[in-house]
């Protein structure tokens, strides 16, 4: 049992063992890496950040001029090493493990300007570790663990900026004596400060502070006068100090007759305004005051008053219920007024916003209303806006389902310039919908649910207007062709999935806007158009007409042959048709498009471009044509188009990687200055060598000098074709061939060799043949009797009363020639092979005759002709081996080849 029960131990002990050695191996890689990490050099700045160092590089050109080391594991800034860069003025190292600044860094850097050690350890900071930082103009202390010994920033004399925020200083106090005269810029957020007392800041009191943010602290005092020696300060920041109503009074009382311009008191826990907690402003010239996110439910009438210069107000994220015209008198010189998601939501209940309750704004020239939730829109509403260029109720809700003359009517006497209505749950727009708003130049209306047919009528009397958006209506517009007849000014017309119906009208909806500059036509699924829907768009710089169903209007086969609707387009600019299913652009699509600096055709199905479509695109910049068919980058084609090019996307093509192909390509990409993004997706597709590697990855050398034997290749081509071809005719008609040259020769010279001596034969030719072949001789060789030749049968020939011998021995010598019709038959006859075998080839022989012919009616192996008949093929002439064809159409050139042979000299050559 205990042996057992060890090796359970030992095999539930198994996986912490490769843990370990798991994590030793991560640790070890970690270590090593920082060996191998290298910095990046760019224009005299060295970019250490993030590479786990443990050291500061010494390897790094000595005329840096900044040096980034933050994010690493550094645990000191060594002077010795960092000195051999003197010419170093910023310095990061923030988001290490520093724990200390060395009294010899600035010694060593002194034209350091900029120090930033944020999110380290440091902890004690006395006045010799920065002693020789006399020229420091920003220094970065945040998020330490400071504790200030003496006055430790006392020799920085030319400091701009100090941030120790996130330290845990119980005080604002840092130093004892007047130091860091030219303080701009004072951070002193996220600490442990619950008191700000009278001589917190009297160090900075020769100091000329602007910025001072007490973000984050938990304050509960502000004693008299603690903000007094900083008499020039501008800006005050107290973003997530809770301060609360009371603590925010007794602060505006800090800052009477100061110089104070911007105070931010976003999340102080201000939940309401009393009437006199911003009266201390009353005697500053404060212009920007935020408070927004303080859950804010009330403000007493008239509690603004105090702030008579203030220019921006912002009160976004809080809890109005109720918007009165008492809420904002006095501030007679607002200029912005952000209310963003500023009133309170509920189901039962709708915030108000009161008739005239912005009426005392009247130099009012933006309003901030969007994502709020109120009541609705009244005849009186805006009453009282005389300068209001700029209203944004966009995200809201407060019943505006049908834009009428009278919605926006309060602001006839505004000169509202832009009106942002997007997503605000608009489902139509009546006739005269913004007759009332003369002035305007931009309307917004996209995200909403906008369902007719755009008559013209709802844009009446908007004959200033510029830009319209109606982007993203689900697609339940229609336009008519007289959509846009009261806005001729328009040059900007946003219609991106808006539309529905078709674009093939005439006149083109578009043609009153003769100063169109923009017009988005994309996500709409136009499929039908006409080749004068942009007709006459003469100043049109930008066209969207991605994601539509184009493909037909450019295709060959269109009934008219392809719309070249893009014609007159001079100064187009920016062209996108990507996702139209494009998959031929006629010669002519793209022509005259000489300022076209922009080019999209992505996501098509184009695989085969015609030459002399880019030919005018001089301006071109960018192109792209990702996600196409283009197996070929021929420089016929492309050439024009990459010749100024700055940007190409060619990716997720099926790249035909060939000399023909893609040789001009490759040696584009590799040479040009261009950006190419997602190299690594320009993947070969064919040929099987090169499937699926990068087109980086041909090899251009494969294609060099391959013209000195394209004329090889010809010729070795055309000889094996020919080669081939006379194989063929020889092996299936080459029988006829021989036919006719033997006819052509025999007409020619004659069918027999004249030899002498020859008149004493009184047979051509003595035939020996088994008895089974009887008919065939019968039928086949008797027949050429008929043409002056005389055959020797044994059966008609012999003369009766004389031995067969003898008969055999006289017919041979009266033949001029002697044939065998070979069959196995003939093979096995003993009589044929025995004697009249051996009697023919002795007669030869004796004469020194070459007179024998073999008609053979059977395959017959040449083993099997030497033992029957002591003959071999090889010792006959080729015109006496004769074979007997199957086919009856070969038979009379048989019979040719017979007469050629039996006509024949006898004499051996």
Known sequence: EPHTHRRVMARSLRPLHLLLVLLLCVLGCSHAGPGKAVCRVVRLTADCSHLSLEEVPADLPANITALDVSHNRLRKLPPVVLGRYPQLQLLQAGYNSIQALEADLCRMLPLLRKLRVQHNVIHLLKEANLVHCSGLTELNLASNRLKLLGDPFLPLKSLVSLDVSANGLSSARLGTQPQMGGLRELSLSGNKMSTLQKDDFSCLCNSSVQVLRLGSLPLKNLEPGCLKPLEGLRELVLDGTKLGPNLTDQLCQELKGSAIDRLSLRDVHLTSVLHTTFMGLADTNITAVDLSRNEMSSMANGSLRWLRTLKLLSMEENNFRQLTREMFVGLDSLRSLVLRNALA??????????????????????????????????????????????????????????????????????????????????????????????????????????????????????????????SFNNQKIRLTSWSFQHVPTLRTLMLRRALTGTLDLKPSPFQPLQELSVLDLSNNNIANINSDLLSGLHNLRVLYLQHNNLARIWKSANPGGPLLFLRGLENLTVLELD?????????????????????????????????????????????????????????????????????????RNPFDCTCDSILWFAEWLNGT????????????????????????????????????????????????????????????QGWRIQFYWSVLVSRTLGFREVDRGEERFQYDAYVIHAQKDRRWV???????????????????????????????????????????????????????????????????????????????????????????????????RSRCLLNWPPQRERRPAFQQSLWVALGSSNRIQ
Request: proline residues 3%.
């Open 778 to 876: 019968e039928r086949h060789l008797l027949s050429l009797e008929d043409k002056q030749l005389r055959f020797c049968l044994e059966d008609r020939d012999f003369v009766p009363g004389r031995t067969r011998l003898e008969c055999i021995v006289d017919m041979m010598r009266q033949s001029r020639k002697i044939v065998f019709v070979v069959t196995e038959t003939l093979l096995n006859d003993p009589w044929c092979t025995q004697y009249k075998a051996h009697h023919a080839i002795q007669q030869v022989i004796e004469e020194s005759r070459d007179s024998v012919v073999l008609v053979f009616l059977e395959d017959v192996p040449d083993h099997r002709l030497v033992r029957a008949l002591l003959l071999r093929r090889g010792m006959l």
């Open 673 to 732: 200055d261009a950006s190419v993004p997602q190299r690594d997706s320009y993947v070969c597709n064919t040929p099987s060598a090169y499937f699926n590697k990068t087109i980086s990855q041909f090899e251009p050398l494969s294609c060099r000098d391959t013209t000195p034997f394209q004329a090889l290749y010809v010729f070795t081509s055309t000889t094996v074709l020919i080669v081939m071809a006379t194989a063929l005719v020889f092996h299936f």
């Open 345 to 470: 939501k509920s189901r039962s209940w709708y915030a108000v916003i009161e008739d005239y309750a912005f009426s005392p704004l009247r130099c009012l020239e933006s309003l901030f209303l969007d994502r709020t939730t109120f009541r609705g829109l009244t005849a009186q509403t805006f009453s009282g806006l005389v300068s209001l260029q700029y209203l944004n109720l966009s995200w809201s809700k407060f019943d505006l389902k049908i834009v009428t003359n009278e919605s926006f009517a309060s602001l006839s006497n505004s000169p509202l310039r832009t009106l942002n209505l997007t997503e605000t749950g608009i489902t139509r727009l009546a006739d005269g919908a913004f007759a009332s708003l003369g002035n305007l130049s931009t309307l917004l209306l996209g995200y909403n649910f906008i369902s007719q047919n755009l008559s013209g009528s709802e844009f009446r009397g908007l004959s200033r207007i510029q830009k319209i958006h109606l």
């Open 579 to 651: 996702y139209n299913g494009f998959d031929e652009i006629p010669a002519a699509g793209l022509q005259g498009l000489r300022k076209l600096q922009e080019l999209s055709l992505g996501g098509n199905m184009l695989d085969f471009l015609r030459e002399g479509i880019f030919s005018d695109m001089v301006s071109l910049r960018s192109l792209n044509l990702q996600k196409n068919l283009i197996t070929s980058v021929q420089k016929s084609v492309f050439q024009p188009a990459l010749a100024n090019l700055s940007v190409l996307h060619m990716e």
